[in-house]
């Protein structure tokens, strides 16, 4: 069941990219090994490969970046923040949930770099009701997330 599960996610990933930037087969290679490695929780040596594909312009290898930065450093960076931006400038939901965090831990050392999460906040349930309205199933699981349900 775990691994159907896990196959269907990897899917998922696979077929939402269509606003991504085109890349070259190294920059695909290099994207595709950095989410294995996310994947894997080796979150340190995924971010040189990600790097690669989110400098060309891949909102799910920025997104993930963000991730691994985020996850390394256990908290939002500047540098974690910038490439969520960049991904969600690109429609990722995820990033804009990411941004709209009140959590984080930035929050409590006064390091965020822009307090503007309900901006994000606002738009990724925006976003995500238009999508949902269309059948969009990630954008279902956004709002379910994020504590919206369907209406």
Same mark, same amino acid.
């Given at each position: ?54 400098? *060309? ?22 540098? *974690? ?50 999508? *949902? ?19």
């Amino acid at each position: 069941m775990i691994k159907q599960l896990t196959f269907l996610f990897f899917m998922s990933l696979a077929l939402c990219g269509t606003a991504s930037a085109e890349l070259t087969s190294t920059q695909k290679n290099a994207r595709d090994k950095g989410i294995a490695l996310f994947h894997q929780s080796d979150w340190y040596d995924s971010q040189p490969l990600l790097k690669i594909a989110a400098e *060309a312009g891949d909102r799910d290898a920025q997104y993930y970046l963000g991730e691994a930065i985020r996850l390394s450093q256990r908290y939002t960076t500047p540098e *974690a923040k910038k490439w969520y931006e960049a991904s969600a400038e690109q429609g990722v939901l995820y990033a804009m949930l990411r941004l709209s965090n009140k959590n984080d831990l930035c929050r409590s050392m006064d390091t965020c770099t822009n307090k503007n999460e309900t901006d994000w906040r606002e738009h990724a349930l925006i976003t995500a009701q238009e999508r *949902a309205k269309k059948g969009d199933t990630e954008a279902m699981t956004v709002l379910f997330t994020a504590g919206q349900g369907l209406s």
